[in-house]
């Protein structure tokens, strides 16, 4: 029996956590889309790195496929957040689709300058994970260009052709340290190497690493909310046990917490990942304050208040059926008048 008079164990709490304002256009673009055109929407792989917002899509009617390919000719067809190469897109109009695109702008100001180093003949070394969506996406902007570098090792065997003409860009869901330990190895080696006009590891990345490292400096074990698939949710294990943390867990909710975890534990860190939403991270508290954790106090460095835009084809689409509902109530009342 848990005493509730008991105080000596609790939960640290990182804000901020959660959604960040690219997933969140991301979510709102599908079910939007699903409003405004009606089921079946289908979607170019995962909308967002998670389990529970891929199902509940797919719930309302959201079809994910792997390729574009697979999209029946004439269909709508959704980008994920992650962002997709130019050829994508030429496959696709070849497809007869029509299409949305829920890139982040934060990813698509990467894409931008991928392309405008390459069309000044710089080498771009991409920083990132083989294989992520991402980074598919901005090396297929400029393909001739880049190299990918995951990770320090990588940055030590590395080549490029003209030393005097290389920049370093990144995946915006990368561990702010290990990337910096990267970019500082390259630089060892190419001392001439050009910085990106401006970070490219999105705000919401920083943010989450920022508050876990101050969780995990008084925590013994850190829960990080978020599916295996989501770089930016792993890179939080990772940085919160290089803070301190003796145990870090990623798990997708409280079902996937092992009890055992708790021996010996009095303070619990938790947080979640960017594209993770808050009623899993209540299922995570919840199952906590069973355990004796009830006691929560909030950990937040800073605040966050970016917000993006819907897509540009989703606003136009939206917008012309507000004016035609518009025209039909002055059409309705002018007959009305008349009468």
Not at 105 to 131: C, S
Request: aromatic share 4%.
């Amino acid at each position: 029996m848990v005493d509730p008079s008991d105080t000596s164990r609790r939960v640290l709490l990182a804000a901020p956590r959660g959604y960040c304002a690219g997933v969140d256009r991301a979510v709102i673009a599908v079910e939007r889309a699903l409003e405004q055109y009606g089921a079946p929407i289908y979607v170019r792989h995962e909308i967002v790195h998670n389990k529970y917002v891929v199902g509940m899509l797919e719930r309302k009617g959201a079809i994910f496929v792997d390729e574009t390919s697979e999209v029946p000719r004439g269909q709508i067809v959704i980008f994920s957040a992650h962002g997709v190469a130019p050829e994508v897109h030429r496959e696709a109009e070849r497809g007869g689709l029509a299409t949305v695109d829920a890139t982040c702008p934060l990813v698509t100001k990467v894409h931008k300058e991928a392309v405008r180093f390459a069309k000044d003949d710089y080498e771009i070394l991409l920083i990132g994970h083989q294989g992520h969506e991402e980074v598919v996406g901005t090396s297929g902007e400029a393909p001739d260009h880049i190299t990918l570098v995951d990770g320090p090792q990588e940055a030590e065997r590395v080549e490029v052709k003209d030393p005097s003409r290389v920049v370093w860009l990144s995946q915006t869901t990368l561990s702010v340290d290990e990337t910096m330990e990267t970019v500082d190895a390259l630089k060892r080696r190419f001392p001439l190497l050009n910085d990106p006009p401006s970070d490219d590891i999105c705000y919401a990345t920083q943010n989450r690493q920022t508050a876990i490292k101050q969780v995990a400096a008084e925590a013994e074990l850190v829960l990080v909310v978020g599916s295996r698939n989501s770089s930016n949710s792993a890179r939080m294990v990772e940085v919160a046990l290089g803070a301190g943390a003796d145990a870090a867990y990623l798990v997708d909710n409280a079902d996937e917490i092992d009890e055992a975890w708790l021996a010996g534990v009095t303070t619990v860190g938790l947080s979640s990942g960017a594209s993770v939403p808050e009623l899993l991270v209540d299922g995570v508290l919840a199952w906590l304050a069973e355990r004796g954790f009830g006691q929560v106090d909030v950990v937040q460095p800073m605040r966050e208040s970016i917000q993006f835009s819907l897509p540009k084809e989703l606003r136009r689409d939206l917008r012309a059926e507000a004016e035609a509902a518009e025209r039909r109530v002055e059409a309705n009342a002018g007959a009305q008048a008349g009468t």
